[in-house]
């Protein structure tokens, strides 16, 4: 492949949404931490969160190799020395990390009452002393110096339903739901008020103009469409009014749960771009979100494990159910799992440069 051309095609196709007036249907390739260290045969998870330089040292790495079998360079080289705080920590959650994993959050609520508690210690609390740690904007202005672009913060946060099982611990939280949803009314609703503060600090901080918003709910699958309609929908719709008041701006959902009952909901709020789960048909994606870029439907698994003839078949699937409009970006829906090789990857970007081009 002539990766030179490949990814300067991809980058115009990309801003052309809703478009075939462009070289092919793109294509959006999400590896994380998972994949990275599947890849790399990281011995110490512990290390690479811990030490920065080696953390930097292993993206270089990375992207070498990535450069050399797929034309781009995907992880950070230059990581901020200091981090602010996130919205759950905000909401008392806490971050654990263990040999072999990666940070995760956990909660320390144990009933209603640890609830109705937490909810008088945010209000108290100063939010930008908290989120902010000492020496942050000297971090700031070294990181850009070293990376040569700015530091951006508040381009996106977790949906409301993933937030609440993190603060709140999973099973908890279904159990307030149906036993206490007055409570949850009180929850949500100081969630939404903190999130707007969260994002715009964060902003205002780091100069993210208004012009986009996007959120990460794996966990909105877990409630019923009355119940996001109640706590998740008015969450969203305060952000998205407050970050992309502009309707064409980019507007991101993803989940890669089986979530297609919130579909509707999501269209309604304006949602225009859709990363979703494997199990979701893109037909049924286009039905129920007429106007939303539809990146996705690759099953991660499919890409790890399939034959390049089961991975080029998928992606001809999705350019034939759903690529005439225009509206599709080819990618995994969710992110490419841990495993996944980089040949499989280049199958995958093969098959879009063969079979979805729009333009000869």
């Not at 050399?68 to 920590?89: D, M, N, T």
């Not at 949850?184 to 208004?210: A, C, S, W």
């Not at 998740?232 to 970050?243: H, I, R, S, V």
């Not at 093969?350 to 729009?358: D, L």
């Amino acid at each position: 492949m002539d990766f030179a051309t490949f990814w300067r095609e991809n980058w115009e196709s990309l801003q052309k949404p809703f478009s075939t007036n462009k070289p092919r249907v793109p294509v959006s390739l999400s590896m994380d931490d998972h994949w990275l260290f599947g890849e790399m045969g990281i011995p110490s998870t512990v290390r690479y969160y811990h030490d920065l330089d080696y953390r930097e040292e292993v993206h270089k790495r990375c992207n070498d190799r990535m450069e050399a079998q797929l034309g781009c360079r995907h992880f950070a080289e230059v990581i901020p020395r200091k981090s602010v705080k996130r919205l759950e920590e905000v909401f008392g959650s806490r971050q654990e990390l263990r040999e072999g994993g990666t940070p995760w959050l956990e909660s320390d609520v144990k009933d209603i009452d640890d609830v109705k508690a937490l909810l008088k210690q945010v209000k108290a609390l100063n939010l930008k002393n908290f989120v902010f740690p000492a020496g942050w904007a000297e971090d700031a202005a070294e990181y850009e110096r070293r990376s040569g672009s700015p530091l951006r913060l508040g381009t996106g946060n977790r949906g409301p339903i993933t937030m609440a099982t993190s603060i709140l611990g999973t099973m908890p939280f279904l159990t307030f739901s149906m036993d206490y949803p007055e409570v949850m009314d009180d929850f949500f609703k100081l969630l939404t008020e903190k999130l707007v503060e969260y994002i715009r600090m964060l902003r205002q901080e780091t100069g993210v103009p208004n012009v986009g918003y996007w959120i990460t709910d794996d966990n909105c699958c877990l409630v019923s469409p009355s119940q996001y309609d109640r706590w998740g929908a008015p969450m969203l719709a305060a952000a998205l009014a407050e970050f992309a008041p502009d309707p064409t701006a980019r507007r991101h959902h993803h989940s890669d749960s089986d979530m297609g009952h919130h579909m509707p909901t999501l269209h309604r709020l304006g949602i225009n771009e859709v990363n979703l789960g494997p199990n979701l048909d893109p037909v049924d994606i286009r039905k129920a979100m007429p106007n939303a870029v539809i990146c996705g439907q690759i099953a991660p698994m499919l890409l790890r494990n399939g034959s390049p003839e089961e991975i080029i078949q998928a992606v001809r699937g999705d350019i034939d159910k759903v690529g005439a409009d225009g509206g599709l970006v080819i990618a995994t829906a969710g992110s490419i799992s841990e495993g996944t090789s980089l040949g499989n990857i280049r199958v995958m970007m093969w098959a879009v440069e063969k079979y979805g081009r729009y333009q000869d």
